[in-house]
């Protein structure tokens, strides 16, 4: 049987880091507030999309007990000039991003295309401004929170291939 090697995981971060990556936060339902809800397999879109904002900080990482980026699972990563099997990508988005909106539910999605019109270099994409959703990566629902326009809002991953 044929075993994935660390070389052909690092191929593969490579690919992703080489195309569009954005971090998309929908409203969910409001269904879901009464329990927690386990997250879908097989989802390829949210359930109801705000928006999606573009990758502000992407780069290789490896894991690291002492390491300076700590993801809320309690693991943490140093940051390396890669690349490694390990993407770390971080979303800033902008304070006025989806103010007011109730956040239920956060994907990452990797390949999406803005639609015909949306100006080169826009970083903050509405659904009407996304032509191709790309595909889903990694989906998250969390207790529902509301966005406050006076916070900064960030968000961490580190992507494992």
């Not at 390396?80 to 979303?91: I, K």
């Not at 956060?106 to 270099?121: D, E, K, N, R, S």
């Not at 998250?140 to 006076?150: I, Q, S, V």
Request: glycine share 10%.
């Amino acid at each position: 049987m044929a075993v994935l090697q660390d070389s052909g995981r690092i191929v593969l971060a490579r690919a992703v880091a080489a195309q569009a990556i954005h971090l998309a936060w929908g409203r969910g339902s409001p269904a879901w507030d009464a329990a927690p809800q386990p997250e879908p397999t097989d989802a390829t879109a949210l359930v109801d999309e705000i928006g999606r904002r573009a990758v502000t900080q992407l780069g290789y990482v490896v894991p690291d007990d002492d390491g300076e980026i700590e993801l809320p699972s309690g693991a943490r990563y140093t940051a390396v000039t890669g690349p490694t099997r390990w993407l770390y990508v971080r979303f800033t988005f902008n304070f006025g991003d989806a103010a007011g909106e109730p956040i239920r539910e956060l994907a990452i999605f990797v390949g999406t295309q803005a639609a015909a019109g949306v100006p080169a270099g826009q970083r903050y994409l509405t659904p009407a401004e996304v032509a191709n959703h790309g595909d889903l990566y990694a989906l998250e629902r969390l207790p529902k929170f509301t966005r406050n326009g006076d916070v900064r809002q960030v968000f961490d991953y580190v992507l494992p291939f």
